[in-house]
C-alpha cells in the first residue's frame, strides 16, 4: 500500500486496526537503522572472541594460552576461573550450562577461553593461537545413535494420555507403524549475536544486547557478577532477526563482555563472525518421531501412540518446553479418541539446541501430518478427505477434547479449509495434477492442502505477563516503553497504535524508546507469539489509568459528567466543547493531575500441572491452511514450488500490513526449514555446515512463484485479546508443511500412489531423488 492509502485506511478504522508501516522499515531499507554494532562505541572499547574447542567429548588435560596473551594488542585472556561469582548461564534450575568450559568440554566448538584485544581482528587471530591437550571420550553425537542406546536425558519426559491407546490399537481394523526424521534449523538471522557493555560507578553495568529477553541477562549477567540485579541495565532497540534463537543464547556474550568490562573498567564488545556464531550458537531441535496408529476402513483415527524423541544437546537451555511443546501440537487440527504422546530429550555431544519459531510444535504438527499422509496412502485417498474426516468438532460433538485436556472452544478449521479449498480451485487442480501425471515421463506434479491450529501462550504459566510505562508530555506527546523486543516482527509499530488508539492521537505523536530493564522490570521473553498480545494489553492497562484521571479532571473542571468526556481524533470532546488533546494535556498538568501510569497484564484463565498432564495451557488458538502445488524432476530429485495459497487467521488483524509480511515471511522460513536448510554433523562432532557457503536458506528466487496470502477478515477472538486480534509470529511458519505433502504426492506418483513415501525433512533433491528411486524399485 502507498502512503495515501495507508493514511486513508486508518482515519476510517482507527489507529488501532490500521495497516500502518513498520515504524522502521525505511530504515531497514535505506540501511539508516541502529543496530549495535552502528553505535558510537565508547572512547577505549576493547574487543572479545571466543576460543573454541575442536573436541566433542573430552576433558582438558592442559590449556597453554601463553601464545594467545602475548600477541601485540591483547589486553587479556578470560577463562573458567576469572568469573567472579558464577560460571553458569543454564536458563534452567539444572545449572548446567557453563560460560566457559571448566575442564570439561561437551559439544565441539565450545568455548573455553575469551580473547579481550585492543581490535576484533586481533582478538580474532589470537584467540586461534591455544594449544589445547585433551583425554577424549565416546561422543554420542546423532539422535538415531542416542535413541538406539537408550541415551541419557537432559531433563525429564512428558507424557500426554487419554483413553486406552495400547488397546485400542490392538483392537484398530488397520493400524500402521512407522517413523520420521525430522532436521533441525539455524536461525541465521542478518545481525549475528553481539553485546557491548560498559561499565559504571560502583557495581553498575549497562549492557546493550542482541536479544530477545532483557530480563534474562541481567539476571545472568548479575549472577556471573555477584552483583544485585538492579546494578545491571540491559537495553534492547531493535534486533536484527531473532527467530527464538536470542531467547538464551545471547547470555554467553553479555556475561562474558560483562566480566571484562567489570575487569579493566572499560566498554568491552564481542561480535562473533558468522562461523563462530553458527558453531558455538543453539538451533532448532532435531527429531526421531516413532508412530502408530489405528485407524478404520474410513480413515477415521480410532488411536496413536507416538514418541518425539529430540537431540538436545550437552545441557538442558529450553529443551524441556522445547520438547513438551511438540507434544502438545501433535494433534495438530485432529481429534485423537485414544491418544498416548511421549517426549525423549536426549542429550548428545552437539551444541544445546534451542527456541525457534514455533518452539516445538512445528516438529509436533509435522509428526501428526504425517500419520494422516500414511492413513491417505494405505487406503488410497487424497490427503485432504482423511484430514476432514478426523478434524475436531465443536462442543456438542464430544470431539473436542486435546490429548493435554483442554477442550477446544474457538475451533472454526473446517471453514478455513473449505474457503481455500474453493477460492483455490484445490479439486480441480488435483484432478488435472493427476491426469498431467499419466502421461508426463520426467516431470511429476504434487499438490496439498493442510491446516494449522496452534496453541498460543507460554506453557509455563508464569511467563504469560507484561509491563508497560507511559508518559504524557505536557505538549501532548507520549513516551512508550514496555518489555517486548523488537526484532522485525513490528511489536513496536503494534503496541504504539494501540495507545494512539487509546488517545485518539496520531501515530507519530507515540514515541517508541528502547526496552530496558531501567524503565519495565521483570519481562518475558518475546517469544510464544505473545509479544502483542500481552505488551499491547499492558499499554492499554497504562493508558486506561491516565485516561481514568484526565476524565476525572475533566468532568471536575468542566462541571459535567464522566460520560461527557470523550477522546476524538486529537482532541477531547467534553460536553459541547473540542478541546485539542495537547492543550488539555496542558490543563491537567497544570491541575496537579500525574500522566504517567505503568501498565500490567497478566493472561486469564490459564494453567498447566505437567506432572498430571493435564491443564489449560492455551488461552486461544490460531488457525491457517495452505494449498501448495510443486513440480518435481524424477531424473535429478530439483523442484520449484509452483504456487501457493494461504488463508490464515489472526483474529481482527492490528495491522493487516505487518500481519501479512509476518505470514509470507513465516512461510518462507518454514519452507527453508523443510526443504532446503540441512544440519550436518561429522563423526567427530563437527558442525559442517557452518557459513552460508554450505548452508542453504531460501532466495528469493526459491520463493512460490504464485503466492496468495490472505487473511480470514470474518474471524475474531472469542477471547478478550487485544483488539480482539489473535498472534501472528509462530503459526505461520507451519503452513509450508503443505509443500512437503505435495511433494510426496509427485514421488509416490510414481508408483501408482500406492504407497506413502516417507520423505524425511528437509526434503533436498537428494532425498526426493532417493525416495522417486526406492519407489520405481519397490
Excluded at 568450559?101 to 576484533?120: L, Y
Excluded at 516438529?363 to 499422509?373: N, P, T, Y
Excluded at 505473545?530 to 499499554?539: F, Y
Excluded at 505437567?610 to 494449498?627: E, H, K, N, S, W
Aim: hydrophobic content about 40%; aromatic content about 8%; overall charge negative.
Amino acid at each position: 500500500m502507498d502512503k495515501s492509502t495507508l493514511e486513508s485506511h486508518a482515519t476510517i478504522t482507527g489507529p488501532m486496526h490500521a495497516p500502518l508501516r513498520h515504524d522502521s522499515a525505511h530504515k531497514h531499507v535505506a540501511g539508516t537503522a541502529d543496530y549495535i554494532d552502528d553505535m558510537p562505541e565508547p572512547a577505549g572499547t576493547l574487543h572479545g572472541a571466543l576460543g573454541l574447542t575442536d573436541r566433542a567429548h573430552a576433558e582438558i588435560l592442559e590449556m597453554d594460552l601463553a601464545a594467545v596473551a602475548a600477541v601485540p594488542g591483547v589486553v587479556c585472556v578470560l577463562t573458567a576461573r576469572d568469573m567472579p561469582h558464577s560460571n553458569d548461564i543454564s536458563p534452567t534450575h539444572l545449572h548446567d550450562e557453563p560460560v566457559l568450559a571448566d575442564g570439561r568440554v561437551e559439544f565441539h566448538g565450545q568455548p573455553a577461553f575469551a580473547v579481550i584485544a585492543e581490535t576484533r581482528d586481533v582478538a580474532r587471530r589470537a584467540a586461534r593461537l591455544a594449544r589445547m591437550t585433551y583425554r577424549d571420550f565416546l561422543p554420542a553425537i546423532d539422535i538415531i545413535d542416542a535413541v538406539a542406546t537408550g541415551g541419557e536425558l537432559v531433563t525429564p519426559p512428558l507424557t500426554l494420555e487419554r483413553g486406552d491407546a495400547e488397546g485400542e490399537l490392538e483392537r484398530a481394523p488397520r493400524r500402521i507403524q512407522g517413523h520420521m526424521r525430522i532436521g533441525g534449523q539455524e536461525h541465521f538471522y542478518l545481525e549475528g549475536h553481539i553485546a557491548l557493555a560498559i561499565p559504571g560507578e560502583d557495581d553498575e553495568m549497562t549492557v546493550w544486547v542482541s536479544t530477545q529477553h532483557p530480563s534474562e541477562v541481567q539476571r545472568m549477567v548479575a549472577q556471573v557478577l555477584g552483583v544485585p540485579s538492579n546494578a545491571v541495565t540491559v537495553n534492547v532497540r531493535r534486533m536484527g532477526g531473532g527467530f527464538g534463537g536470542k531467547e538464551t543464547q545471547g547470555n554467553q556474550f553479555a556475561a562474558l563482555a560483562a566480566v571484562a568490562a567489570r575487569k579493566l573498567r572499560r566498554a568491552v564488545k564481542f561480535r562473533p563472525d558468522r562461523d563462530d556464531d553458527m558453531t558455538a550458537t543453539g538451533k532448532r531441535h532435531d527429531f526421531l518421531v516413532n508412530y502408530d496408529v489405528g485407524f478404520d476402513e474410513e480413515g477415521r483415527i480410532r488411536a496413536v501412540q507416538a514418541n518425539y524423541a529430540a537431540r538436545c544437546g550437552f545441557s538442558a537451555d529450553l529443551s524441556g518446553p522445547v520438547t513438551d511443546r511438540a507434544l502438545f501440537h501433535a494433534d495438530n487440527a485432529y481429534f485423537y479418541p485414544h491418544v498416548k504422546l511421549t517426549s525423549q530429550p536426549l542429550k548428545t555431544n552437539t551444541v544445546s539446541n534451542t527456541a525457534f519459531r514455533g518452539f516445538g510444535g512445528p516438529q509436533g504438527m509435522l509428526g501428526g501430518e504425517r500419520i494422516i499422509e500414511e492413513i491417505a496412502y494405505a487406503l488410497g485417498k487424497d490427503p485432504l478427505e482423511i484430514r476432514k474426516l478426523n478434524f475436531y468438532g465443536d462442543a456438542h460433538s464430544g470431539r473436542n477434547v486435546t490429548p493435554y485436556h483442554q477442550k477446544i472452544e474457538d475451533n472454526i478449521i473446517s471453514r478455513i479449509v473449505d474457503e481455500l479449498e474453493a477460492s483455490a480451485d484445490y479439486q480441480a487442480r488435483r484432478a488435472a495434477i493427476i491426469e498431467f501425471n499419466r502421461s508426463s515421463r520426467v516431470i511429476r506434479k504434487g499438490i496439498a492442502l493442510t491446516p494449522v491450529k496452534f496453541g498460543i501462550s507460554f506453557t509455563l504459566t508464569h511467563l504469560n505477563q507484561a509491563g508497560a510505562l507511559v508518559h504524557i508530555y505536557t505538549d501532548g506527546s507520549v513516551h512508550l516503553n514496555h518489555g517486548g523486543t523488537e526484532m522485525g516482527q513490528g511489536v513496536y509499530t503494534k503496541v504504539a497504535q494501540v495507545l494512539a488508539d487509546s488517545f485518539q492521537i496520531d501515530i507519530d505523536r507515540v514515541k517508541i524508546t528502547a526496552t530496558t530493564t531501567g524503565k519495565v522490570p521483570n519481562t518475558s521473553a518475546t517469544a510464544a507469539s505473545s509479544g502483542s498480545d500481552l505488551n499491547g494489553m499492558a499499554a492499554f492497562d497504562a493508558a486506561r489509568q491516565i485516561k481514568e484521571r484526565l476524565v476525572a479532571f475533566a468532568a471536575e473542571r468542566w462541571q459535567t459528567t464522566a460520560e461527557n468526556v470523550t477522546f476524538v481524533a486529537n482532541h477531547v470532546r467534553i460536553g459541547d466543547e473540542l478541546v485539542p488533546f495537547a492543550q488539555f494535556v496542558q490543563e491537567a498538568y497544570g491541575a496537579r493531575v500525574q500522566l504517567s501510569a505503568a501498565g500490567f497484564y497478566a493472561t486469564p484463565g490459564i494453567h498447566w500441572d505437567r506432572a498430571a498432564g493435564r491443564g489449560t495451557p492455551f488461552y486461544y488458538f490460531a488457525y491457517g491452511a495452505a494449498v501448495s502445488e510443486v513440480s518435481i524432476d524424477t531424473l535429478t530429485g530439483e523442484y520449484l514450488v509452483d504456487r501457493v495459497d494461504v488463508l490464515h487467521d489472526v483474529g481482527r488483524s492490528l495491522n493487516a500490513a505487518i500481519d501479512l509480511g509476518q505470514i509470507e515471511g513465516g512461510f518462507v522460513q518454514g519452507m527453508g526449514w523443510l526443504t532446503t536448510e540441512e544440519l550436518w554433523w561429522d563423526e567427530k562432532g563437527r558442525l559442517r555446515t557452518h557459513a552460508p557457503s554450505t548452508y542453504k536458506i531460501p532466495l528469493a528466487s526459491d520463493r512460490p512463484k504464485i503466492f496468495n496470502v490472505r487473511l480470514a477478515e470474518w474471524s475474531e477472538n472469542a477471547e478478550e485479546t487485544i483488539g480482539r486480534s489473535k498472534a501472528v509470529g509462530e503459526p505461520p511458519l507451519m503452513l509450508p508443511i503443505s509443500v512437503v505433502e505435495a511433494l510426496s504426492m509427485a514421488v509416490a506418483s510414481v508408483a501408482g500412489y500406492r504407497e506413502c513415501p516417507r520423505l524425511d525433512t528437509p526434503a533436498t533433491p537428494e532425498r526426493v531423488l532417493m525416495a522417486v528411486e526406492r519407489l520405481r524399485a519397490g
